[in-house]
């Protein structure tokens, strides 16, 4: 048996109601939401920086154990120049290199261009030995990577030279 089916008539759904309360019910949220204040946001930890100053002391004249950091310009390679200040400190530390045998090492040599780590840290442990009173220098070139600068710093820490001066330029007009 057939039925008539009646045609279904399409209705229609007014979204205004549903766009009002949805906006009613965010600017509620917006007005009621409690921001976080700067007091809330600051890390819960503290970090403690050393003291430090602006030291505008000289070099000394002896006792002075230098490493410069700079460019080879003959060998167009970087690489650590040890020496040291005084006449007497230098004789023994020229000496020390040649019973080591580091290569090109002559009794006369007052400077020694030092490519690796390893022979810095024989180097710096020699000056310590050498002159107890020593105070150690760094001078790099600006052109030179803060690596070369990291690593005589690692080498000196480990040798137990930790109290060194970084030679700097004086500011222009001061």
């Given at each position: ?38 007091s ?52 023994a ?17 007052a ?25 150690f ?13 990291e690593?005589?710093m690692?080498v ?19």
């Amino acid at each position: 048996m057939s039925k008539i089916h009646k045609k279904r008539v399409g209705f229609v759904l007014d979204m205004t109601p549903l766009v009002d309360i949805t906006f009613l019910l965010l600017t509620f949220f917006m007005f009621t939401a409690k921001f976080k204040s700067e007091s809330e946001s600051e890390t819960k930890y503290e970090v403690k920086r050393p003291k430090s100053t602006v030291d505008s002391t000289k070099l000394p004249e002896k006792d002075l154990f230098m490493i410069k950091i700079g460019i080879d310009s003959t060998a167009k390679d970087t690489a650590y120049f040890v020496s040291m200040v005084s006449e007497k400190d230098r004789d023994a530390l020229a000496k020390f290199m040649v019973e080591q045998k580091y290569p090109g090492a002559e009794l006369t040599n007052a400077q020694f261009a030092i490519k690796d780590t390893v022979w810095l840290s024989k180097a710096v442990l020699a000056g310590r030995g050498i002159n107890g009173a020593a105070k150690f220098a760094v001078d790099a070139d600006k052109r030179v990577r803060f690596q070369w600068i990291e690593n005589a710093m690692e080498v000196m820490r480990r040798n137990r030279a930790t109290t060194f001066n970084f030679v700097t330029d004086k500011k222009q007009g001061m």
